[in-house]
């Protein structure tokens, strides 16, 4: 097992392109992905790697709460959700190691939008323009943003506005922390972040009750 130094040194090794990229497939796989176990995931993976590119704006203790503050949100949605999904399978009789895929139209409408984002992005390099931030932090975050603003317009449940929000404040973690790192906008943001977990997976469970064949016997 690999001390935090040693990790430390093995993510300095890396160049930027070696982690964004990954993390841009991460956030291509959570907005279109219908099973919301494998959307969580994702979502993971996402902020494993966002906290990693992180260390160039602020020391590692900070940077990780990344892994911490998006673990608890990962927490607390799986929880909510697996409560909503455990009663359905169950009034349903469907098996619980089943995934859910579903290829609606909603389902290509998000895979086609998300191909046309990826394009774009890949294509004309977008960015804007932050202080102290590099070039190529700059065009993750504004890729986040976009990725944000397609997940808000595409979802119709919590748990994709969820992932929408957290993808616009981790995009203004990147500029906010360009400009200036503190405790208290760490703090903030990371506040933040855990109150969007805490409400939406409020809804999440509102929301999926509406499903249960006999919501009485829930």
Known sequence: MPTLDQFLTWTHSLNN????FPSALFVAAMLV?????????AFAGVKVLAGILLLQLMPPEWALQQWVTGGLMAIMWFLAARRVDVVRRK???APWWKP?????????MRLSFVL????????????APIPKLPA???????????????????????????????LWLLAASFGIHAL??????????????????????????????????????A
């Open 91 to 93: 009034q349903t009789g």
């Open 100 to 108: 859910e895929w579903r290829f609606n139209p909603s389902t290509w």
């Open 116 to 127: 046309l984002l990826l394009t774009g992005i890949y294509t004309a390099r977008p960015y």
């Open 180 to 217: 200036q790192v503190t405790a208290d906008t760490v703090g903030l943001i990371a506040g933040t972040e855990l109150l969007l977990g805490f409400v939406i997976s409020y809804l999440i469970v509102v929301d999926g009750a509406r499903f249960w064949p006999r919501p009485e016997e």
């Open 17 to 20: 392109a070696a982690l964004i």
């Open 136 to 166: 190529d932090l700059a065009r993750y975050a504004t890729f986040l943003a976009l990725a944000g603003l397609t997940a808000l317009g595409l979802g119709d449940r919590p748990m994709r506005w969820g992932f929408g929000l957290s």
């Open 33 to 41: 992905f219908s099973d919301w176990r494998w959307a969580l995931a």
